[in-house]
């Protein structure tokens, strides 16, 4: 199984400054990573696919970088409506594996 | 629009029961494979169950093997999953939630969307 952990576990920023979450897989994925979006009482949200690629309606502040092991999603000036928990997901082997989180809080 | 609904949750007693239903709108779900992912409360996402859109190969996590088992129906355009010998860790949100290759050219499926969850909880 490939382990997915995330850094750091919270966040804690002020609406403007800018956002790095990084995800580490166990071995390398090539680009097969997604980040999610989870907001409190909602189903996660699609952001990045394929390490780098924002899926439909997502906003140019939201972008994602990395191959291999190692993999950064950066929100280049938060808005308040970013303050929520992101997830990472590896779809390079079964079983699907996601990271454990980080909460983006506000400061 | 693509849409999912989740439905069949509630309490029920360890040893127990359930059967969750996933319906779907917008889409044939012969044309998308499906996955089952769970989220404990105040914990992270775990992928429990997958189905290829021939539903020929079904997965399932280590932990619910031989507990659960995926299933649809194509008249109904709804996904399934029946799970028996329920435990306290089994309790969760369960979310369905669509693959699709994205612009259709994507590296492999992704998850979306994804259903509003139905909450399982297994308790006497």
């Known amino acids: 199984e490939i382990v997915v952990t995330q850094s750091p576990a919270t966040l804690s920023l002020s609406p403007g400054e800018r956002a790095t979450l990084s995800c580490r897989a166990s071995q390398s994925i090539s680009s097969y990573l997604g980040w999610y979006q989870q907001k409190p009482g909602q189903a996660p949200r699609l952001l990045i696919y394929?390490?780098?690629n924002r899926a439909t309606g997502i906003p140019a502040r939201f972008s994602g970088s990395g191959s291999g092991t190692d993999f950064t999603l950066t929100i280049s000036s938060l808005e308040p409506e970013d303050f929520a928990v992101y997830y990472c997901q590896q779809r390079s082997n079964w079983p699907l594996t996601f990271g454990g989180g980080t909460k983006v809080e506000i400061k | 629009q693509v849409h999912l609904v989740e439905s069949g949750g509630g309490l029920v007693k360890p040893g127990g029961s359930l059967r969750l239903s996933c319906a779907a709108s917008g889409f044939t779900l012969t044309d998308s494979s499906m996955n089952w992912i769970r989220q404990a409360p105040g914990k992270g996402l775990e992928w429990v169950s997958y189905i290829t859109k021939s539903g020929t190969t079904i997965l399932y996590a280590d932990s619910v093997k031989g507990r659960f088992t995926t299933s649809r129906d194509s008249a109904k355009n709804s996904l399934y999953l029946q799970m028996n010998s329920l435990t306290a860790e089994d309790t969760a949100v369960y979310y369905c939630a669509r693959e699709i290759y994205y612009g259709g050219h994507s590296l492999s499926p992704w998850n979306d969307p994804w259903g509003q969850g139905t909450l399982v909880t297994v308790s006497s």
């Open positions: 394929d390490a780098s």
